[in-house]
Nanobody, 127 residues
């Protein structure tokens, strides 16, 4: 059974930083992408960032315009863990953040592109 577990969320002030982690309990066999999405109350689940990889080699990183230049995605192949470094946080970043994994051929920014999902971690940014 594949499981993804997020951690690192919390309550911070605008301008602060957080680092989210997503650890996989099993290897994501056949997966070539891990991603972060977020969802605020009353909103659709929103794509944040994706890392495209093969084993320990990262081929590409993608970011939503809303977080580009502030967030950085990375992956530790040995630990099968993806990270999201979030700097210069804004109140509009407040949401539940989810990690996902899957083998993506056609697109990467839709929730339906991914097979495995974590339970989410809450990020709250106050002003």
């Amino acid at each position: 059974q594949m499981q993804l577990v997020e951690s690192g969320g919390g309550l911070v002030q605008a301008g602060d930083s957080l680092r989210l982690s997503c650890a996989a309990s099993e290897r994501t066999f056949g997966s070539n992408a891990m991603a972060w999405f977020r969802q605020a109350p009353g909103k659709e689940r929103e794509f944040i960032s994706r890392v495209f990889y093969n084993g320990g080699t990262i081929y590409h990183r993608d970011y939503a315009d809303s977080v580009k230049g502030r967030f950085t995605i990375s992956r530790d192949n040995a630990q099968n863990t993806v990270y999201l470094q979030m700097d210069s946080l804004k109140p509009e970043d407040t949401a539940i953040y989810y990690c996902a994994a899957g083998r993506v051929y056609n697109g990467y920014d839709k929730a339906s592109d991914y097979d495995y999902w974590g339970q989410g971690t809450q990020v709250t940014v106050s002003s």
